[in-house]
């Protein structure tokens, strides 16, 4: 058992939960197998938003600049584990479909980092790329308020939060035969066109 996961859990729901957060369709959470889970990314909240509502553990990425001093201890006991977004990172991609192909979840933010403004971005071709190679379900997650709360470069603040839990997406065996970034980048763009639908409002 993953206790300092578990602690910060119970903590990150806990507070999250005080605050009011609404979680909408909770019941469809994947909690067994492998799954990706995409979700859009507007705040430094959004990581332990989505991992406290997930019944069992999600593994997620952080950049590999976190993993210094106190961070190269606590991080990986919270199931994070270093990516480089300067640079094309095989190592983490692997680690990633090792990740999948065991049964875990894995948090993944298609825009690759914050949004500046608020508003859904373009998804990274590199989340089509996982979804071709490992052929797990994908679950879009959208996370609602988080930048009101607590917006890139901005201080935190307390503003309503929701999450809205998607219907996995399933893709054809044709979806993922092509191997080129064309193909991957359609993947991407299909699932964060998914993401925008649980909330049209928002877009």
């Not at 859009?40 to 997620?60: I, K, M, R």
């Not at 949004?115 to 994908?138: C, F, I, Y």
């Not at 009101?148 to 997406?169: E, N, S, T």
Request: hydrophobic letters at 40%.
């Amino acid at each position: 058992m993953n206790t300092i996961y578990w602690l910060a859990w119970l903590g990150s729901r806990s507070f999250f939960a005080a605050g009011g957060l609404q979680v909408v369709n909770r019941e469809k959470c994947i909690g067994s197998g492998g799954a990706i889970i995409a979700a859009n990314h507007a705040s430094y909240l959004d990581p332990p938003l989505v991992a406290s509502t997930y019944p069992t553990e999600t593994a997620f990425m952080a950049r590999s600049t976190l993993f210094k001093g106190f961070g190269a201890w606590l991080y990986p006991r919270l199931n994070a584990f270093p990516i480089d977004r300067d640079h094309a990172d095989l190592k983490s991609v692997r680690l990633i479909l090792r990740k999948l192909q065991s049964g875990q979840r894995v948090l993944v933010f298609p825009e690759g980092t914050r949004t500046r403004d608020g508003k859904l971005q373009e998804g990274k071709a590199g989340l089509g790329m996982l979804v071709a190679k490992s052929g797990v379900p994908v679950q879009p997650v959208r996370i609602v308020g988080s930048y009101q709360a607590w917006p890139r470069g901005g201080k935190f603040r307390y503003h309503p939060l929701k999450i809205i839990i998607g219907d996995p997406v399933r893709f054809s065996e044709d979806d993922l035969r092509g191997k080129s970034r064309e193909a991957y980048q359609r993947i991407a763009d299909h699932l964060m066109q998914a993401i925008a639908d649980l909330a049209p409002e928002e877009s």
